[in-house]
């Protein structure tokens, strides 16, 4: 069972890091450095915010990120570290897809 975690919150979404389970084992280590304190680039549904006039918040819906198999092409070095097996590679991808996040898109900073 693979199982990922992004640590940010509300008010801070964006100041946080990835954390990565198989099986209950912690192989958040296998997650390149530049990449564990980011957003994944995965493809779903995002919401950012932004001031309007007047200074009135303003959310846009939007999608965004690579979808599955264009995901795993692009991360295809650092996940085959983990498993070769495209199906934990896919496993993956679910987990962190359902975590991701974008910069704007909790509104904290408002």
Not at 37 to 66: C, I, P
């Amino acid at each position: 069972m693979i199982v990922a975690e992004w640590t940010g919150e509300f008010p801070n979404l964006c100041d946080g890091q990835w954390k990565l389970y198989m099986d209950g084992e912690d192989i958040s280590s296998k997650i390149p450095d530049y990449l564990r304190q980011s957003e994944m680039n995965t493809y779903n549904v995002y919401r950012r915010w932004s001031f309007a006039k007047n200074w009135d918040e303003k959310w846009t819906t939007y999608v965004d990120g690579l979808q599955k198999d264009e995901w795993i092409k692009e991360n295809k070095e650092w996940l085959d570290t983990i498993s070769t097996d495209y199906s934990i590679q896919s496993q993956i991808f679910d987990a962190i897809n359902a975590q991701d996040w974008r910069h704007n898109s909790c509104g904290g900073c408002i």
